[in-house]
């Protein structure tokens, strides 16, 4: 029996407060795991491609934001609009659905903690793999076609290397733990989306936005500036690699894996 003062609601009323209400915790989780799922049974050579192409779109947030850089007046507010450039590369690889290592560390691994065995494991690492490497492999081939092949104009390409040069201000560590908001953030991206998927777009820009404005580390968009640095003679390898790439890998994944998947899991194991 209703309460006194419940409204009394029709059928068609209750169907309207259902399709206004937002979808509960546990549906969401559902959703992302089935979206996990799909990615886990993907062929090893679609993941590889997606990735290569993920890793060469990412080039697309450090030359909007050095193009943003290069033509505003050097002012305080200038890094805040500069900031919305960087938005640019995320917008096209998680909406034109190419494999983003980061956005996995949720996505493929939710299906895991919820199903803990050696063959979820195995397969979550599979595609970990796979996608890190094509993320990698496509940020420097796009980084070493900037340099070598004359992509844009000699001021673009200055422009391009004053912003990733912004890299040289973190040690290992610095790396590290400022990687660790980036991966927590880009890591709710999908969980997000499947709670708000007509909104994807705004998503994705205030998230990647907030990423850029903090000076957080991205371990895929931070590779297309090391590379970049690299293949301009102003880094090498060991810098490459130890400084910049294990580190911000290291605190993306403790971000994302570590801090959201586990947390966004916690929240509705009791009921799942």
Known sequence: MAGADEPHLSEEENREVEERSPPKAKVVHAAVVKQGEDELERPLGSLFWSGLAAGIAIMASVSAQAALHMRLPDAEWRELVAGFGY??????????????????????????????????????????????????????????????????????????????AKLFEKGPLEMMLQAIPAGFLIASVAWIRSAADDSSFWIILILTYAIAVCGFTHVIAGAAEAFLLLWSGNADIGWVLGTFLLPALAGNIIGGTGLFAMLAHAQVKEEI
């Open 87 to 164: 938005c640019l590369g995320f917008i096209i690889v998680i909406l034109g659905r190419m494999q983003l290592f980061t956005e996995h560390t949720t996505v493929a691994v939710l299906p895991l903690m919820r199903d803990r065995t050696m063959a979820n494991l195995r397969r979550t690492l599979r595609l970990w793999a796979v996608v890190f490497v094509g993320n990698v492999l496509g940020a420097a081939i796009i980084a070493a076609g900037c340099i070598y092949l004359k992509f844009q104009s000699p001021e673009m390409t200055g422009a391009m290397l004053d912003v990733s």
